[in-house]
């Protein structure tokens, strides 16, 4: 069983608006901080944001005020509302679970990756 398994990515006109979703196992979900991480392409890995068991938030100072990061726990999965994208938010999106994940820029703490999925931004 693939323990994490996002979707919703896709081509969007600068301005536009996406909402990514990441199905987990139970057993990974429930105990687990959350996140959403981007890899465009030459760049490192980076944090957008991330959500703890109890459902704090942490987000990066590039997508404050237009991204949203929310878990339902009776679906096991979380979401990544992205409002107001820019091309510069154009990369591939992972979906991260770990009981000691870290909200720094660089991971930390990952236990579960995602495959990832494309968003692309055009302007």
């Known amino acids: 069983q693939v323990p994490l398994v996002e979707s919703g990515g896709g081509l969007v006109q600068a301005g536009g608006s996406l909402k990514l979703s990441c199905a987990a196992s139970g057993s990974i979900f429930s105990d687990n901080n959350m996140g959403w991480y981007r890899q465009a392409p030459g760049k490192q890995r980076e944090l957008v944001a991330g959500i703890t068991t109890t459902s704090s938030t942490n987000y990066a100072d590039s997508v404050k005020g237009r991204f949203t990061i929310s878990r339902d726990n009776a679906k096991n999965t979380v979401y990544l509302q992205m409002n107001s994208l820019k091309p510069e938010d154009t990369a591939v999106y992972y979906c991260?679970?770990?009981?000691?994940?870290?909200?720094?820029?660089?991971?930390?703490?990952?236990?579960?990756w995602g495959k990832g999925t494309l968003v692309t931004v055009s302007s």
């Open positions: 991260a679970s770990g009981r000691s994940m870290r909200f720094t820029t660089a991971p930390r703490g990952i236990e579960y």
